[in-house]
């Protein structure tokens, strides 16, 4: 007889459980005394699973004999081939006095070997069953597979910006599944903390192993942000495993352009009315030597030098020339300075700048004699450095003394700089101090103590390394 492809399994069990109880009824007497005769009817699961996640399988039991009482007990399992024997994998054991239909959550183990599988169902003989030949049932097949998050593009993003500026450009990271082959990865991507300045897009996708990787963009909006650093932190996340992640740290930087006196500085006034600006620090009596030329365009670069509170220390306009002219200014106080560019009677083009500091005395290297100030028996020598300064210092007594020579050094602001592990003391009396880092641009003092009497001299001998540029800097 030709089975109708198109009955259902529901038709199929409802015939079999009514034929099962005709057949009881009709046997009387005679089938209450037989022996039970439990059967697998049906063993059905997915036909995709993830090692190591839990699926729901549905499997069918019916009694064909006599009735029994307590428990029965089966496994659901994977078979590798098409026969159920002692081999196959364990997913489920069950033990159930409930004949019929039972939903069993069935774990995928988290070593086993991806590849495809058969769903299978084998139920313990009874004590008192004699026919066992039915009691196992082979299912669907089942496609077992891993899932391996994979992000590529950096290891890390950084994002820099001016305030008031552009956008930072857009950066794009890859999201791959490195799992079993057709496998499919959901991932999530979260940002923690929140990061109203970053938007990331597709927060949530997928990708398929040994397909194309997911594409995911990052943008920025440094709109109403200060001067600073912003930073988050992107969690990839494999939806189905969580603990499979990846973080990837994401700083934006808000700032301005800085230079090094010393440095050449690269730009273009490529629009009517734009100006460029960079920022730089000087100590009191520097002076700034400046190199310009305007090699494209028409451009006639007008350089201007302001304060920090934005007055104007000078001002030069140049001819559009690929000579390089050379102007100095002298600054009058130790601090941030701006240098701008724009263009005379509506030029444009690009222009090269090249930076020069002639420093002050006091911030090189020098050596003077000391004596204390008058009642007093100490002294003090001030000096000026750029942020980022190195010290070495000498004091030794220029005549003999009947005590040994104290020196600190106090920095900017009245701070005491630490001397630790920089500070030996010489056989002669006096002390030395060795690679003190001069952290802040300004004034710093180096107090002398030890002096016996006013006529008693200190040969102090600074050497000062100061923190030059020479690098190229490109202006917005």
């Given at each position: 007889m030709k089975l109708d492809t198109k009955r259902s399994l529901t038709t199929i069990l409802l015939r079999a459980l009514l034929g099962a109880a005709l057949l009881s009824v009709a046997r009387g007497a005679e089938a209450a005394e037989a022996a039970p005769d439990v059967l697998a009817l049906s063993v059905q699961g997915p036909t995709q699973a993830l090692v190591g996640s839990t699926v729901s399988v549905n499997t069918i039991v019916i009694n064909l004999g006599g009735a029994f009482s307590g428990d029965y007990t089966f496994d659901v399992l994977l078979s590798a081939d098409t026969t159920v024997d002692e081999g196959d994998i364990v997913t489920a054991s069950v033990s159930s006095?409930?004949?019929?239909?039972?939903t069993v959550a069935c774990a995928i183990p988290a070593d086993l070997t991806p590849g495809v599988y058969n769903w299978a169902m084998r139920i313990d003989p009874l004590?008192?069953?004699?026919?066992?030949?039915?009691?196992?049932?082979?299912?669907?097949?089942?496609?077992?597979?891993?899932?391996?998050?994979?992000?590529?593009?950096?290891?890390?993003?950084?994002?820099?910006?001016?305030?008031?500026?552009?956008?930072?450009?857009?950066?794009?990271?890859?999201?791959?599944?490195?799992?079993?082959?057709?496998?499919?990865?959901i991932f999530t991507v979260t940002e923690y903390p929140e990061a109203s300045w970053l938007t990331v897009n597709p927060s949530t996708s997928f990708a398929v192993a040994g397909g194309s990787p997911q594409r995911v963009t990052l943008s920025f909006d440094i709109a109403g942000l200060a001067a600073g650093e912003w930073a988050t932190q992107l969690i990839f996340l494999n939806y189905q495993d969580p603990t499979d992640y990846v973080i990837i740290p994401v700083t934006l930087t808000i700032g301005e352009v800085t230079f090094l006196p010393g440095d050449d500085l690269l730009g273009e006034i490529d629009s009517l009315g734009k100006t460029s600006e960079a920022l730089f620090t000087a100590v009191e009596g520097m002076k700034l030597r400046i190199k310009v030329s305007s090699d494209t365009g028409n451009l006639k670069p007008v350089v201007s030098i302001l304060d920090a509170d934005g007055t104007v220390i000078r001002t030069w306009e140049f001819q559009h020339s690929s000579k390089q002219v050379k102007k100095t200014v002298k600054l009058p106080a130790t601090g941030v300075y701006r240098l701008r560019v724009a263009g005379a009677e509506d030029s444009i083009g690009t222009y090269r700048i090249v930076t020069k500091a002639i420093l002050p005395s006091r911030a090189q290297s020098f050596t003077?004699?000391?004596?204390?100030?008058?009642?007093?028996?100490?002294?003090?020598?001030?000096?000026?450095?750029?942020?980022?300064?190195?010290?070495?210092?000498?004091?030794?007594?220029?005549?003999?003394?009947?005590?040994?020579?104290?020196?600190?050094?106090?920095?900017?602001?009245?701070?005491?700089?630490?001397?630790?592990?920089?500070?030996?003391?010489?056989?002669?009396?006096?002390?030395?101090?060795?690679?003190?880092?001069?952290?802040?641009?300004?004034?710093?003092?180096?107090?002398?103590?030890?002096?016996?009497?006013?006529?008693?001299?200190?040969?102090?001998?600074?050497?000062?390394?100061?923190?030059?540029?020479?690098?190229?800097?490109?202006?917005?």
């Amino acid at each position: 007889m030709k089975l109708d492809t198109k009955r259902s399994l529901t038709t199929i069990l409802l015939r079999a459980l009514l034929g099962a109880a005709l057949l009881s009824v009709a046997r009387g007497a005679e089938a209450a005394e037989a022996a039970p005769d439990v059967l697998a009817l049906s063993v059905q699961g997915p036909t995709q699973a993830l090692v190591g996640s839990t699926v729901s399988v549905n499997t069918i039991v019916i009694n064909l004999g006599g009735a029994f009482s307590g428990d029965y007990t089966f496994d659901v399992l994977l078979s590798a081939d098409t026969t159920v024997d002692e081999g196959d994998i364990v997913t489920a054991s069950v033990s159930s006095a409930v004949l019929g239909s039972l939903t069993v959550a069935c774990a995928i183990p988290a070593d086993l070997t991806p590849g495809v599988y058969n769903w299978a169902m084998r139920i313990d003989p009874l004590a008192s069953e004699a026919e066992t030949h039915n009691n196992s049932i082979l299912g669907g097949p089942v496609e077992v597979f891993v899932v391996d998050l994979q992000v590529s593009g950096a290891a890390a993003v950084n994002a820099a910006a001016l305030v008031g500026g552009d956008d930072p450009d857009s950066f794009a990271l890859e999201v791959s599944n490195a799992g079993s082959a057709d496998g499919i990865l959901i991932f999530t991507v979260t940002e923690y903390p929140e990061a109203s300045w970053l938007t990331v897009n597709p927060s949530t996708s997928f990708a398929v192993a040994g397909g194309s990787p997911q594409r995911v963009t990052l943008s920025f909006d440094i709109a109403g942000l200060a001067a600073g650093e912003w930073a988050t932190q992107l969690i990839f996340l494999n939806y189905q495993d969580p603990t499979d992640y990846v973080i990837i740290p994401v700083t934006l930087t808000i700032g301005e352009v800085t230079f090094l006196p010393g440095d050449d500085l690269l730009g273009e006034i490529d629009s009517l009315g734009k100006t460029s600006e960079a920022l730089f620090t000087a100590v009191e009596g520097m002076k700034l030597r400046i190199k310009v030329s305007s090699d494209t365009g028409n451009l006639k670069p007008v350089v201007s030098i302001l304060d920090a509170d934005g007055t104007v220390i000078r001002t030069w306009e140049f001819q559009h020339s690929s000579k390089q002219v050379k102007k100095t200014v002298k600054l009058p106080a130790t601090g941030v300075y701006r240098l701008r560019v724009a263009g005379a009677e509506d030029s444009i083009g690009t222009y090269r700048i090249v930076t020069k500091a002639i420093l002050p005395s006091r911030a090189q290297s020098f050596t003077e004699k000391v004596k204390p100030a008058a009642g007093t028996t100490t002294a003090t020598v001030a000096l000026l450095s750029l942020a980022g300064g190195l010290l070495d210092v000498k004091a030794t007594p220029a005549n003999k003394f009947s005590a040994e020579v104290d020196l600190a050094v106090t920095a900017p602001g009245g701070a005491p700089v630490d001397m630790t592990g920089h500070e030996i003391r010489l056989d002669n009396g006096g002390v030395q101090a060795t690679g003190l880092a001069l952290n802040d641009a300004g004034e710093y003092v180096l107090n002398i103590a030890g002096f016996g009497g006013d006529d008693e001299k200190v040969k102090v001998k600074v050497e000062l390394e100061q923190v030059l540029g020479d690098t190229t800097v490109l202006l917005p």
